[in-house]
């Protein structure tokens, strides 16, 4: 599948970060920015911009703040032919403490959002436009979201100057036709924007998902290595260079970073399809309940946690 | 999904035994038939049915054989509610190897071939349906049919009397667009038979692809306990059940099964999403040196073995 419009999103970093507090080393922020930019990845996620105040720097890796002293350890010294992204939470970060992008290294930064904080969303993307990147709006959890409010925020987001609106699977919940409904859902009321999908693997189907938002018009593409990220995790990008058979991706790079920096990883913490993610993901729920059963001793009790969630008292 | 025509098979013990020579005790096989049967599942595929000379007891378990014995040790006390199967593989079970069904307590017999078996396969199929069993033919490797050859062979299973064919994708090669047109040649080819998918994981798409056949209008699906099955394993049957939505069909049981079952045998073997079986899926290549490759000392150094795998001298 090989159209000129598609880019893809690395998050490992960013997305795997929540499964480890972003306490990732340089050498392998250093190692999965070479890799994927060997690979011709367009762009790498390599974290959260937050403002200092909103977290302590004892508890969460230097990816959650993304300042450029950090990200300048990481690129110093090469060609930089990746685009770098960061993502920011509404309410984590003030519009202070984005620098002028002709003081970062940052190109583009996506501003995630639950569909009550569109209008914030919007005002936020409207000042990193302003200040000179890229920037997209990550509308989150739209699985939960009822058909009015759905449409009302689609027209509030057409009304924006933001050129990339994401479909966010966040619970891993949908199915591929949901992908296709939402898809033409997006782009009818989107005339003129560019759609991405980010997708999560509780069913097994965030490559799937991502095949159908392909299929369905969908240009931007998040995946990580491994498909590493919160809970289930997400699109394997490994699996993603391979589908889209565009003679600029190479697969071996991905394979070598996997090798190197991702299976030590996968010894310490649990992403990908384990039962609790399975649960809330056909549920329709947050994973933090699966992921705190994951965290558990109890993690191979699986009835215990299927019968507290499906408790209907 | 519902759709009365829909039947699920569990091939738990059949594909899985490929990982362990069917070593599983009478307390698993008794446990996933109970399970099964209280999940609503409509077949459980329980061995494959193979001449004593094919194999030494002393180095497979006894689903390998299905005999009458062994299976009445597990259903005997029971009510029998769940139909049971059992593979045949062309050239290890001879004619006067499988009982008349009135000495058996099987009742379907599945016949695995490759393309050029397809006349000994149809041969073997009818002497079941004479003794009188239901049968089906399982076309394996069908990723690696040229054209021609495939359409031949379905004109040979139009004649037979065999009323369900399956497609099978063996490799784990296939993405949902391949299912989709080779849905629609198999049910165009084959008026008035019923069709059926048996999927691997190798891409992360064996329970996309069961759906993408269901809504192709597939009728009998395969599935396994959490995935258990032969290198990437198939598709999970807990994901097939919960999407299905049929108020016949109970996810508990599979949920209790898998942790009481599956998840010991997790820890000591390794089917699902691993990278050589990635590797092999997406070059539609047989599993077997990637199974080899997670049975060795180097199961990590993957960068090996896609190095190997791709090596053009």
Same mark, same amino acid.
């Given at each position: 599948?090989?159209?000129?419009?598609?880019?893809?999103?690395?998050?490992?970093?960013?997305?795997?970060?929540?499964?480890?507090?972003?306490?990732?080393?340089?050498?392998?922020?250093?190692?999965?920015?070479?890799?994927?930019?060997?690979?011709?990845?367009?762009?790498?996620?390599?974290?959260?911009?937050?403002?200092?105040?909103?977290?302590?720097?004892?508890?969460?890796?230097?990816?959650?703040?993304?300042?450029?002293?950090?990200?300048?350890?990481?690129?110093?010294?090469?060609?930089?032919?990746?685009?770098?992204?960061?993502?920011?939470?509404?309410?984590?970060?003030?519009?202070?403490?984005?620098?002028?992008?002709?003081?970062?290294? /940052?190109?583009?930064?996506?501003? &995630?959002? %639950?569909?009550?904080? #569109?209008? +914030?969303?919007?005002?936020?993307?409207?000042?990193? *436009?302003?200040?000179?990147?890229?920037?997209?709006?990550?509308?989150?959890?739209?699985?939960?979201?009822?058909?009015?409010?759905?449409?009302?925020?689609?027209?509030?987001?057409?009304?924006?100057?933001?050129?990339?609106?994401? /479909?966010?699977?966040?619970?891993? &919940?949908? %199915?591929?036709?949901? #992908?296709? +409904?939402?898809?033409?859902?997006?782009?009818?009321? *989107?005339?003129?924007?560019?759609?991405?999908?980010?997708?999560?693997?509780?069913?097994?189907?965030?490559?799937?998902?991502?095949?159908?938002?392909?299929?369905?018009?969908?240009?931007?593409?998040?995946?990580?290595?491994?498909?590493?990220?919160?809970?289930?995790?997400?699109?394997?990008?490994?699996?993603?260079?391979?589908?889209?058979?565009?003679?600029?991706?190479?697969?071996?790079?991905?394979?070598?970073?996997?090798?190197?920096?991702?299976?030590?990883?996968?010894?310490?913490?649990?992403?990908?399809?384990?039962?609790?993610?399975?649960?809330?993901?056909?549920?329709?729920?947050?994973?933090?309940?699966?992921?705190?059963?994951?965290?558990?001793?109890?993690?191979?009790?699986?009835?215990?946690?299927?019968?507290?969630?499906?408790?209907?008292?």
């Amino acid at each position: 599948m090989f159209r000129p419009e598609i880019k893809v999103i690395d998050c490992t970093v960013r997305d795997g970060g929540l499964m480890n507090k972003w306490q990732f080393d340089g050498k392998f922020v250093r190692q999965v920015y070479d890799a994927l930019t060997e690979a011709g990845v367009d762009y790498m996620e390599i974290g959260y911009i937050s403002s200092e105040s909103a977290f302590s720097r004892d508890e969460v890796g230097p990816w959650r703040f993304c300042a450029e002293d950090d990200i300048q350890e990481i690129i110093s010294g090469t060609e930089k032919k990746i685009k770098l992204s960061a993502m920011a939470d509404i309410g984590r970060v003030d519009h202070d403490d984005i620098p002028p992008s002709s003081e970062s290294s /940052l190109d583009m930064i996506r501003v &995630a959002c %639950y569909v009550h904080q #569109i209008d +914030t969303a919007i005002d936020l993307a409207h000042h990193c *436009l302003d200040k000179g990147y890229e920037a997209t709006i990550n509308l989150m959890a739209v699985s939960t979201v009822g058909l009015r409010e759905l449409e009302e925020g689609l027209d509030d987001l057409a009304k924006s100057r933001v050129p990339v609106i994401y /479909l966010v699977d966040s619970f891993g &919940a949908f %199915y591929s036709e949901d #992908i296709e +409904t939402l898809a033409k859902k997006y782009m009818e009321s *989107l005339p003129g924007k560019t759609i991405g999908i980010h997708s999560h693997n509780n069913q097994q189907l965030a490559f799937a998902n991502t095949i159908s938002a392909i299929i369905s018009g969908i240009n931007y593409l998040d995946a990580t290595l491994y498909g590493i990220g919160r809970g289930a995790g997400n699109c394997p990008l490994e699996l993603l260079i391979s589908f889209l058979k565009n003679p600029k991706f190479k697969v071996r790079p991905l394979v070598k970073a996997i090798e190197e920096q991702i299976l030590p990883w996968e010894k310490k913490i649990s992403w990908g399809y384990y039962v609790p993610y399975m649960i809330t993901g056909t549920m329709n729920q947050h994973p933090r309940t699966a992921m705190a059963h994951m965290e558990s001793k109890n993690r191979d009790q699986l009835i215990e946690y299927y019968d507290q969630m499906t408790s209907t008292t």
